[in-house]
């Protein structure tokens, strides 16, 4: 039992962490200009991807018999904070949008990381954790090259 409670604090955590990247890109919306619909096309898939793995996430600790969290992390609201205050200095360039962006996958990166580190994961919680963070890893990576493409 104390088990199945330690992989919910983990499972919850990456809830948490998908909230913070949903908020993130719907912020990163809002700062793109008309010009960036292909920005804004990536971001709402980002937007559903995370929402498809909270969902599955949620479903885990369901059957592990723990509550689901709500709300976004404290260093997802530092995130948000850093990124205001580099977009004002930036001018919500398009590279500077990328570039929050990436950071932010960056931290769902290291999130995944640690959580598969855990030794409370049972293999079925493993399994789920590890391809939610290859698939991210995929995003990360998709963000990066669109980054990279910017010229200054």
């Known amino acids: 039992m104390e088990n199945n409670k330690e992989a919910v604090e983990v499972l919850n955590d990456l809830v948490l962490i998908n909230n913070d990247r949903v908020v993130g890109y719907e912020r990163a919306i809002e700062e793109t200009k008309a010009?960036?619909?292909?920005?804004?096309?990536?971001?709402?898939?980002?937007?559903?991807?995370?929402n498809q793995y909270?969902?599955?996430?949620?479903?885990?600790?369901?059957?592990?018999?723990?509550?689901?969290?709500?709300?976004?992390?404290?260093?997802?609201?530092?995130?948000?904070?850093?990124?205001?205050?580099?977009a004002t200095f930036t001018g919500h360039s398009r590279q500077?949008?990328?570039?929050?962006c990436e950071?932010?996958?960056?931290?769902?990166?290291?999130a995944y990381k640690l959580?598969?580190?855990?030794?409370?994961?049972?293999?079925?919680?493993?399994?789920l954790v590890s391809r939610q963070k290859q698939s991210l890893r995929l995003s990360h990576d998709k963000i990066k090259m669109m980054r990279d493409q910017q010229t200054h």
């Not at 010009?35 to 995370?50: C, G, H, P, R, T």
């Not at 709500?70 to 850093?82: D, F, H, L, P, V």
């Not at 500077?96 to 929050?100: F, G, I, M, R, S």
């Not at 959580?115 to 399994?127: H, I, K, M, P, Y």
């Open 115 to 127: 959580a598969l580190e855990d030794e409370d994961l049972s293999g079925t919680c493993r399994e």
């Open 35 to 50: 010009e960036d619909a292909d920005l804004k096309a990536v971001f709402n898939a980002m937007i559903q991807e995370s």
């Open 96 to 100: 500077a949008v990328l570039e929050n």
């Open 54 to 86: 909270k969902q599955e996430l949620s479903n885990e600790i369901r059957t592990l018999g723990g509550e689901i969290e709500s709300g976004t992390t404290n260093s997802g609201k530092i995130y948000r904070a850093w990124m205001d205050v580099k």
């Open 103 to 110: 950071f932010g996958e960056d931290a769902a990166q290291k």
